[in-house]
Each structure stands twice: as C-alpha cells, then as structure tokens.
C-alpha cells in the first residue's frame, strides 16, 4: 500500500498561482501512476491530472489544460501540481491518489488515496 500526504493548499486571489505537493511512502510507488482529483462542494469528485513515475506521460481534464502541470521528483518521492491562473470554479478540495497505471486512475480506480488539501481561489 501506497501512503500519501498533500500539502500547498491554501487561499488565492483569482488570477494566482499554487504548488500543491504529495509526499509517497510504503511500496514501490514508482510501479503507480500517480494523479490529482478535486471535489468542490456538493459535487462529484472529478479528475485533473496523471502522470506515470516511470515515463513522465500525463494527461490532464480539459478544465485545467494549459493552466495546470502535474510533475514528480523521484528522488524525493513526490507528485506536484502547479496551478497558475487560477479560477474561482478551481476551488475545491484536491486529492493526491495512486493507481496501477495511467487508465486506472483516468477512470477512478484509485489504490491509494491522500487525505486532501483545500484550495480557496477568491475574486
């Protein structure tokens, strides 16, 4: 089992920009594809970013194309979201979760979960 902790959320003005970080430990995480979720209040949790540890490939939602760069550093066992020009609709609880491959977590089948960090994004 993969054990995740994020942190970097916090409150930004519209137009701002944040690094969120999730910090793995347990297994060998670099067998995982690792990805960011979001769940704003009263909706669904939804997909925003992937990457694999292995190939660098990642794959974003179409609402944060552009604006948002998923990233890892192996050597310090850790996932990275940049999220520049930051929209109020951003706002949300972010999730760092890993899974056994890019599809897995595209389609929410998350082995590991974090506990998530609250991003605030004011106009």
């Known amino acids: 089992q993969v054990q995740l902790v994020e942190s970097g959320g916090g409150l930004v003005q519209a137009g701002g920009s944040l690094r969120l970080s999730c910090a793995a430990s347990g297994r060998t995480f670099v067998d995982y594809a690792m990805g960011w979720f979001r769940q704003a209040p009263g909706k669904e949790r939804e997909f925003v970013a992937v990457?694999?540890?292995?190939?660098?490939?990642?794959g974003y939602a179409d609402s944060v194309k552009g604006r948002f760069t998923v990233s890892t550093d192996n050597a310090k066992n850790t996932v990275y979201l940049q999220m520049n020009s930051l929209k109020p609709e951003d706002t949300a609880v972010y999730y760092c979760?890993?899974?056994?491959?890019?599809?897995?977590?595209?389609?929410?089948?998350?082995?590991?979960w974090g506990q998530g960090t609250q991003v605030t994004v004011f106009s």
């Open positions: 979760a890993a899974g056994l491959g890019t599809d897995y977590i595209r389609r929410g089948r998350i082995t590991s």
């Open positions: 990457i694999s540890w292995r190939g660098g490939s990642t």
